[in-house]
């Protein structure tokens, strides 16, 4: 048998309700005529008579009866469902993922969301973590962070942080032992201290740039990391050199822990953005997130 048309199935209940044609068709806003039509419809479809109609009145049969027990209960749910389910266009609840890297969750999305979140107890967010480039579209993820230059076209971009370098940094005592590089190349007769793709698996290929000549080195070290964060103290300990964001190495600079070499091959990306499908964006929570991140 084929699916009923719940609009049908609707109408049905008004009518057993009602007990009336008239005062169904009224309440349904419909003529008698459509209505008394949509029944003997749903009846030939089904091989079932579920209504006795007499000139006075409408009663149920005891299949009709049957049916209304267990739609009304049903169809009352779905309802409360749907009405439900319309509240999040009017107010901001609902979960959100998303996929950032660690120093994007830490330099600017955790500090613009932690306040703005404790006004927004209904809505419930879940980072990812990692390194990884990922999609969020086949992965299930609302919307992913990442530098304006690695964000697919086909996706609305929203420019969150500002622009922002990577530096190689090592310890004067490192460099007390170990001539520092002039050139990119020269990394590779240095211990590197290497930071791992996350879900790709391969070592980040460093990136250079000096009047408009373009280098990637492909380093080697002692060290490798799945974040960001214990590399800048693995540098300050004098195991290699690093190359990070300006931002987590700045307070050891200045302390003198570290030291920037290569810094006029040292290129300025494109800061974070996050990036999301445009079926996002009309949902309340969500732009909560998003005017909290642009502002």
């Avoid at 049908?8 to 309700?17: N, S």
């Avoid at 302390?255 to 949902?283: C, H, K, M, T």
Wanted: charged content about 25%; hydrophobic content about 40%.
């Amino acid at each position: 048998m084929a699916k009923q048309d719940l609009n049908d199935l609707a109408a049905f209940l008004v009518v057993a309700d009602e007990r009336s044609f008239t005062r169904a068709a009224a309440r349904l806003g419909v003529t008698q005529s459509t209505l008394s039509h949509t029944i003997k419809q749903l009846e030939a479809r089904l091989g079932i008579r579920l209504l006795t109609r007499t000139t006075r009145s409408v009663a149920t049969t005891h299949a009709g009866e049957r049916l209304r027990q267990t739609l009304s209960p049903r169809l009352a749910d779905i309802e409360a469902e749907l009405a439900e389910l319309m509240t999040f266009r009017d107010r901001p609840v609902g979960s959100i993922r998303l996929t950032l890297s660690d120093h994007a969750f830490y330099s600017v999305v955790w500090p613009k969301l932690q306040p703005v979140l404790g006004r927004h107890p209904d809505i419930a967010v879940e980072f990812s973590i990692d390194n990884g480039f990922r999609n969020i579209v086949e992965e299930g993820f609302d919307a992913g962070v990442r530098l304006g230059e690695s964000v697919e076209k086909d996706m609305i971009a929203v420019r969150i942080g500002p622009d922002w370098r990577l530096l190689a940094v090592a310890s004067p005592g490192y460099l007390a032992r170990n001539p520092p590089p002039i050139h990119p190349q020269d990394l590779l007769r240095h211990r590197c201290i290497n930071r791992r793709q996350g879900r790709s698996g391969g070592l980040y290929a460093w990136e250079f740039e000096k009047d408009g000549q373009e280098l990637r080195v492909r380093v080697d070290g002692q060290l490798t990391f799945g974040t960001s964060y214990p590399m800048v103290d693995a540098a300050r300990h004098g195991l290699g050199i690093a190359y990070m964001p300006e931002d987590l190495v700045a307070e050891a600079i200045r302390a003198g822990d570290l030291v920037v070499v290569l810094e006029d091959w040292s290129p300025a990306f494109p800061g974070y953005f996050i990036y999301y499908p445009s079926a996002r964006q009309n949902l309340p929570a969500f732009r909560v997130l998003v005017d909290a991140l642009k502002a």
